[in-house]
Every structure is written in structure tokens, then in C-alpha cells.
């Protein structure tokens, strides 16, 4: 079972990416789980994902890496043996860092799960992404596999973003989206080729 | 040790709430601690009944005003949510910059269809403008049963 954690900032765009992302994955012919992962009491993410016809066994109640870790990865032990998917998709919270996701599940987790992780990076806000809320973000991509560069509509990338980035991810393998990119085959496709970029790369 | 090596020497027990070597600095979590964060669920009656669209925009419009008052230079340093949920069907806006909210309707929203009440799920992040009065915001905004 493959195991992908998304993360990135607050209205990055996960939750958009994940229903587009799981559409692709079982068009490709696989099965999938989906974990949300939401700050707060009312769940606003996973109706929308209910919307599309998935289950969804939202933990409310904080962020993951601070204080529900172990449920995390009991969530994930039971979705293992009762469901078996090829996938289990988690969406981190917007507040999640990365680095303490990788940390938890190198820790707890099953020495044999095969974890990737996904950084959403929001260029419309990436003034304030690497400005006032830089020590938050630099978290969310320093332990990314993949960093996507999604909402490139609003602002596109330049030489400067690729830079920051590599500096701050220097294994991560860097991918711009745009409307076709995030078309659900599309989609899904990418995330696999970036994967297998990353694994050629270790 | 020369009068350089003890200005750089920084032994642990030399930190303190006077030091200046970053250690008192707030790093994410503290950031993360601090934030600003509503989540609530609103029941709002509606009399006389109004159709889903008028209303759905009379409460988005509602919402991004809130966004607006948390708002650094146009962009909500975290996150404002909302999700109507009512007869007609479900309605959602998320927003991240004040001038690009993002709507989205359910397939089969009946924006026609006369609503007596809706539901309301607001979930409000922010780790900039963390002491705005969000809640009371909400309150004056939505006031509900």
C-alpha cells in the first residue's frame, strides 16, 4: 500500500487537487482511501469530498503532527487491513509541517510503508508565503518529495521561485500546474512520473 | 577565549529572554499556536422564504467582508471557508485573496428553489489579525435560532 500525505499552506488548493486526483487514480484502475486531516469542528472539506460519493473518516480536533499523530497512523493501520486500498491519500491541515509528518510516520508508522509526500505551493500569496509566513512554509516544503506550483493563473513562477524552492528542497522535484495539468488523468499521471523523478533521484 | 570568542560563545545556559541569538524568536509552532481560528455552525432562518441564490449571495457576500477585515494587502494569511447547506443543495466559497473568492455550486443547486433556513459551516484560519473579533463578526453578520 502506498501511502501520499498532501500537504501545504491554508487554501493552497489540496482539496481541489485531491478530488482530481483521485478521479485519475481510479481511472488508472486503483483503489484509494482518503484521510482529512481538519483544523476545527465542522467539516467543510470532506463534505465537499462526500460530494464526489467517497467515504471519508475525517480527524477533527487539530493538526496531525501536534496532537493526533498516533490516530493518524491507526487510521491508516485500520484502513490496511479492513479496506486494503492500492492508496491511502492524506490531506494534511493547512497548518501541518511536513518535516514533523515525515518524522512521525519514520518513527511509528510500519517500517514497509511506502510514504510520499506532496507540497501544494500557492503562488498567488508566495510574497507572503516566503515573507510573514515563511517559518511556516519553509516547514511545509522542506519535507516534500514533489512540490506542485498550483493557482499559476494569478501569478506565474519565475526563475526566483525555482530557486527559493530549490534551496529550501534541494531533493524535492518541482512541478508548475495549469488547467490541463489538473485535469483528473492528467493529474494523476504527473504525480507519478514526479514520484519515480524522485525515487531515480535518491 | 578572546573578547570575539566570547561574544560568539553561546553555551545553552547563556540563552535567555534577553538573548539575541534567535532562540527567542517565535518559530511555527508558536506562529501556529497563536492563530486565529473559528469554526462554526450556523442554523439561519430565513422569513419570509427567499430564493437559494439571493440568499447564497447575501451570505458570501457576508463572508468575504469578514475575509476582508483579516486581510494583509489583499490576501487572508490562512484560510476563510464556508459551506451553505440547504434545500436547494450546497453552496461553498473558499477564499485566500479578497479579489478572487472562489464559489462553487453543487450539481443541482436550485438557486430558484425558496429557502425557509440553511445551514452555515464557517471554518476561519488566520495567523495574521489573530485578535479580530471573528466570532462577534459572525454573530452581527448571521444572527441565527
Known amino acids: 500500500m502506498d501511502i501520499l500525505i498532501i500537504g501545504g499552506f491554508l487554501g493552497s488548493g489540496k482539496t481541489t487537487l485531491v478530488k482530481s486526483l483521485i478521479r485519475g487514480l481510479v481511472d488508472d484502475g486503483k483503489t484509494c482511501a482518503i484521510i482529512e486531516n481538519e483544523i476545527g469542528e465542522v467539516g467543510i472539506d470532506d463534505a465537499i469530498i462526500e460530494e464526489a460519493g467517497l467515504q471519508v473518516t475525517p480527524l477533527f480536533g487539530g493538526c496531525v503532527c501536534c496532537q493526533i499523530s498516533g490516530n493518524l497512523i491507526s487510521a491508516i493501520d485500520k484502513i490496511e487491513e479492513e479496506v486494503g486500498p492500492d492508496w491511502v491519500i492524506v490531506e494534511m491541515t493547512g497548518l501541518a509541517l511536513m518535516d514533523s509528518i515525515r518524522d512521525t510516520f519514520e518513527r511509528y508508522g510500519k517500517a514497509d510503508a511506502r510514504i510520499h509526500t506532496l507540497s501544494i505551493a500557492d503562488l498567488s500569496r508566495w510574497k507572503h508565503l516566503v515573507g510573514a509566513l515563511s517559518m511556516v512554509f519553509d516547514r511545509q516544503v522542506e519535507g516534500a518529495d514533489v512540490i506542485w506550483l498550483n493557482k499559476t493563473d494569478i501569478a506565474a513562477p519565475t526563475e526566483d521561485t525555482y530557486r527559493v524552492l530549490q534551496e529550501k528542497a534541494p531533493d524535492a522535484i518541482i512541478a508548475e500546474l495549469d488547467e490541463a495539468s489538473k485535469q483528473p488523468d492528467a493529474l494523476w499521471m504527473l504525480l507519478m512520473r514526479n514520484l519515480e523523478e524522485r525515487k531515480r533521484g535518491c | ?145
Open chain 2, 1 to 145: 577565549m578572546n573578547a570575539n570568542e566570547r561574544d560568539n560563545h553561546h553555551a545553552h545556559h547563556h540563552h535567555g529572554p534577553g538573548c539575541k541569538c534567535g532562540c527567542n524568536e517565535p518559530g511555527a509552532e508558536d506562529i501556529i499556536q497563536d492563530a486565529l481560528i473559528v469554526s462554526e455552525r450556523i442554523e439561519v432562518p430565513v422569513n419570509p422564504a427567499q430564493p437559494a441564490d439571493r440568499l447564497r449571495e447575501a451570505a458570501f457576500g457576508k463572508i468575504a467582508a469578514i475575509a476582508e477585515a483579516i486581510a494583509v494587502e489583499g490576501a487572508v494569511l490562512g484560510h476563510v471557508k464556508a459551506l451553505i447547506q440547504c434545500p436547494a443543495g450546497k453552496a461553498s466559497i473558499s477564499i485566500t485573496r479578497v479579489d478572487s473568492p472562489d464559489i462553487t455550486l453543487q450539481e443541482g443547486w436550485e438557486g430558484e428553489r425558496a429557502i425557509e433556513a440553511y445551514t452555515l459551516s464557517v471554518s476561519l484560519l488566520s495567523l495574521a489579525n489573530v485578535e479580530a473579533p471573528v466570532k462577534q463578526m459572525l454573530e452581527r453578520a448571521f444572527p441565527h435560532a
